[in-house]
């Protein structure tokens, strides 16, 4: 695949959570994208596999910034002619962070802000913390968020909170583990259509099409197996609990369709079920990957674009409503007529919602440069 239909691809984790995020995912061998690491820690950058490390700050002499945004923030400005060097070659950027720290929060939209200058596609994939992190990362968070709004094409928000409300009864280092996932999918979801060959491929003009200028944008990933599992996984992905605002009413959507033996017809039910879920103008574009990790699952996960955000988030009830509702108006031949009774008893069934089984061993294979922290997540650790 030329790197013109492409494009280049550079995934940037920012910050303790960012870092861990890009780490993650060269673990798991995610080939066709170019990782950078950007820290004011330079003990972190030392041990880091990125193809690219990007230390930011001189006055923190990559001793950190104490969990200060305005310390990120001057650390990043110190270093803006390096981070454009870094940078510039890029046609898409995917800036991971933490929002609550110091770095991440403060060093984040500055290099969005840097990127967006260049001219190059940016968008924003980052979470909100958990309740327990305290109230300081809390309003640092809302600050964050403020600025990452205001300097990227698209921004994708991860709620932590929603996702305890989804995996309850975990333990903390684990809720780490399902925010980290969540981030990792979300940025898969985009960089696979692009960069990996796949059944139905998209190029780098398409995604640029649905994701440049669009402000807020979300993300929903659903998988399912059985009878009529891609109209189900579509539904699982439109009914997510980590969802900030409603797909209702969006005016674009990528949607990526994976697994390990899927039909064209089969992706051909996930696009019409989104599509009739959102309404009729919703413009979509899709594209179909083999994944045989995923044995015989399928996984459908949305990204929209073009979204009106309440000044309240939806909570978890309005979106199973308008999900069901959905169910109930859906107009398409299933293989088992039970399907839509069982969905419309729960569109989101506790056996089909998503485990870190996967993610666990991932962890369990360790970097030769983690050290004796690691058992602390990175968003704590900066």
Do not use: W
């Not at 700050?57 to 990043?76: D, L, Q």
């Not at 909170?161 to 975990?170: D, H, N």
């Not at 960069?195 to 099409?209: E, G, R």
């Amino acid at each position: 695949v030329s790197t013109q239909s492409t494009g280049k691809i550079m995934i940037i984790g920012v910050g303790g959570g960012g870092n861990n995020t890009v780490h993650s995912m060269i673990k798991e061998g995610i080939e066709g994208v170019e990782f950078v690491v950007a820290n004011t820690d330079q003990q972190v950058l030392n041990s880091s596999p990125a193809d690219v490390i990007l230390p930011i700050g001189t006055t923190a002499k990559g001793r950190g910034v104490g969990a200060n945004p305005e310390e990120g923030k001057k650390a990043a400005l110190e270093s803006e002619q390096l981070i454009k060097e870094v940078i510039q070659s890029a046609d898409m950027v995917i800036i991971s962070a933490g929002m609550g720290g110091g770095t991440g929060t403060g060093a984040a939209p500055v290099i969005c802000k840097i990127a967006k200058e260049l001219g190059i596609l940016t968008v924003g994939v980052i979470t909100t913390p958990f309740k327990f992190e305290g109230t300081q990362r809390g309003k640092n968070a809302v600050y964050g968020l403020e600025e990452m709004r205001a300097h990227t094409d698209s921004l994708i928000v991860v709620s932590n909170e929603k996702l305890l409300k989804q995996f309850g009864g975990i333990s903390l280092k684990d809720s780490f583990v399902y925010a980290d996932k969540t981030l990792k999918q979300t940025i898969r979801a985009i960089t696979d259509l692009i960069s990996k060959p796949a059944l139905i491929n998209l190029d780098f003009a398409d995604v640029n099409t649905i994701m440049k200028d669009k402000g807020t944008a979300l993300i929903g990933i659903g998988r399912a197996t059985g009878d009529d599992r891609s109209t189900k996984a579509a539904i699982h992905a439109i009914s997510s609990p980590i969802l900030e605002a409603s797909i209702r009413g969006a005016k674009n959507a990528i949607i990526n369709i994976s697994g390990g033996d899927l039909t064209l017809d089969e992706a051909n039910n996930a696009v019409k079920t989104v599509k009739q879920a959102a309404g009729s103008d919703l413009n979509i574009i899709f594209g179909v990957s083999i994944c045989d990790n995923l044995g015989n699952d399928i996984q459908v996960a949305v990204i929209a674009t073009g979204i009106d955000i309440k000044s309240q988030p939806i909570t978890e009830e309005e979106i199973k409503k308008e999900a069901t509702k959905a169910v109930k108006d859906l107009k398409i031949d299933f293989e088992n007529e039970k399907t839509r009774e069982m969905l419309l008893k729960d569109v989101l069934p506790e056996e089909e919602k998503q485990t870190i089984t996967d993610e666990l061993e991932l962890q369990e294979t360790p970097f030769d440069f983690e050290d004796e922290e690691s058992d602390l997540p990175a968003f704590l650790r900066d």
